[in-house]
């Protein structure tokens, strides 16, 4: 199944911590899904307050893959959220995309996504990395923007998955700023040499 494939292809030291809590994850407390009769129809849905992900999650769909089209150059794109992760497994088809990295807070939304995709070739290329906010400081950015190498220092931009999360706005506020940081220390390390 997916999930079984996805998490084999967690196999990085990286992502110990990830694929533990991954394994450990016995039931959904915060987060359940609908899916309809088209695969691309999968909504997500809070428990708590039943609050869906996605108005019309393949409405939504192509309305991204439209804005993305703007993006098809682009070596590497960061994403806030990984909602359903339809998108992703398209926007990886584009083989000038290089990698695709993922914050989620929410390690139920890992599950969910890795349950309905099979992403195990872009997660064993590197093309798709994923940071559990749990996981994410410093030292492990610096990594993730050396691995990137130069590729990223124009074209960072944290896109946001979806409105769903602009109620961890907070959390996004304090990546970014981690993630430019990060970007200004390469940079000085680096100076302007070609």
């Known amino acids: 199944n997916n999930f079984n494939k996805n998490l084999k292809a967690l196999s990085g030291f ?11 994850l016995k039931e959904l407390r915060e987060f359940t899904f609908t899916q309809g009769k088209d695969n691309l129809d999968i909504n997500i849905i809070k428990k708590r307050n039943l609050k869906k992900m996605y108005q019309d999650p393949i409405k939504e769909l192509e309305k991204n893959l439209e ?35 993922i914050f989620e807070k929410e390690l139920e939304l890992i599950f969910l996504a890795l349950n309905f995709i099979d992403f195990s070739k872009d997660l064993s290329l590197g093309r798709l990395i994923i940071l559990h ?10 990594k993730v923007f050396r691995l990137i190498g130069d590729l990223f220092y124009r074209s960072y931009n944290l896109h946001i998955a979806n409105d769903f999360y602009e109620h961890y706005k907070e959390d996004i506020l304090k ?18 040499d070609p």
């Open 14 to 24: 990286e992502y110990n911590n990830l694929r533990k809590k991954l394994e450990d």
């Open 67 to 101: 804005y993305f089209k703007d993006f098809t150059r682009y070596p590497v794109l960061f994403f806030y959220g990984f909602g359903n992760g339809i998108l992703y497994k398209i926007l990886l088809q584009n083989q000038a995309l290089k990698r695709i990295i």
């Open 133 to 142: 906010h749990d996981d994410i400081n410093l030292p492990k950015m610096d």
């Open 175 to 192: 990546l970014n700023k981690l993630n430019i940081q990060t970007i200004k220390n390469h940079n000085l390390m680096h100076g302007n």
